[in-house]
Structures are given as C-alpha cells and as structure tokens.
Nanobody
Framework: QVQLVESGGGLVQPGGSLRLSCVAS????????MDWYRQAPGKQRELVAR???????SYLDSVKGRFTISRDDAKRTVYLQMNSLKLEDTAVYYC?????????WGQGTQVTVSS
C-alpha cells in the first residue's frame, strides 16, 4: 500500500518560515519525481516545486528565492523549506510522487500565514 504522509504545516506570521516533510512508503522512492502542490480556498491546485530523480529542482515563479525543495532518498522523504512566507502562501500543501506509470498523493497539510 502506497502512503505519502505530509507534516510540518501550521500557523506562521508573515516573514516566517516552515519546513514541510513528506515521507513515502510502498514506492521505490528514488525512482519517483517528487512534487509539492498547494490549493488555496476557491482556487485550483498549483504546482509549487518539483524535484527530479537526480535532484534537479524547479519552482513556481512566485516562490522562487523563498522556497527550496530537497529530497533524501535514504529517508524516503521530500522536504519543502519555506522562508519569507507571505499571506498568499496560505493553502493546503500536498505531496505527489510520480513516475511515467503512476502517481500518488498525500492527504495534505495546512499552512496558514497570518498576523
């Protein structure tokens, strides 16, 4: 059974930081591209960051320079370091694992940026 379990969300003030983690089981983690998506109320889910199997990262323009995605294949974990958080970063953040044949999603973790 495949499981992706996110953690690390919470309430933070503007300008603050959070680090999200997503631990995977039931997949060959090192063979999966790992993504972080987010969905704010009333908005479509959007891709925030992606890291390839060789560790190459890419980002949504609005988070470039503030967010960093990384992976630890030995721990089967992908991280999203979020710095300089803004009100508009408030959303549910989802982890996604994918290969050419399948994709799997976590249940999401809430990030709320508020003063």
């Amino acid at each position: 059974q495949v499981q992706l379990v996110e953690s690390g969300g919470g309430l933070v003030q503007p300008g603050g930081s959070l680090r999200l983690s997503c631990v995977a089981s039931g997949i060959i983690f090192s063979m999966n591209t790992m993504d972080w998506y987010r969905q704010a109320p009333g908005k479509q889910r959007e891709l925030v960051a992606r890291i390839s199997v060789i560790g190459s990262g890419s980002y949504l323009d609005s988070v470039k320079g503030r967010f960093t995605i990384s992976r630890d294949d030995a721990k089967r974990t992908v991280y999203l370091q979020m710095n300089s958080l803004k009100l508009e970063d408030t959303a549910v953040y989802y982890c996604r694992a994918s290969t050419s044949r399948a994709e799997f999603w976590g249940q999401g973790t809430q990030v709320t940026v508020s003063s």
